[in-house]
């Protein structure tokens, strides 16, 4: 996982011309690391976060370091019968 964060969680390329998106599909175990390792949050917060399957995880990197985090296992696009974690 850290390998991952590592090679996709950067700030920009300075030679870049246009902005980038990255999509990422992974187990959510992936994403609750990858958050919580962009924000800088302890490693126990693991513990109290979910990610349901299909969920959008969105998250911003800017060219200053700063991190945001858009919006953390959004399922809306999923009927509720259809959200499962596990």
Known sequence: MEAAFLA???RPDDEAEEDYT?????HANVIR????????LQPEAWLR??????????MEVR????????GFGDSGHLEPKAITFN
Do not use: I
């Open 63 to 70: 060219e200053d370091g700063g991190v945001s985090l858009l």
């Open 33 to 40: 690391y990858c958050v919580l390792r962009a924000l800088q």
């Open 8 to 10: 996709h969680f950067h």
């Open 22 to 26: 990255t999509v990422l599909v992974c």
């Open 49 to 58: 976060t979910g990610v349901a399957n299909a969920s959008v995880t969105t």
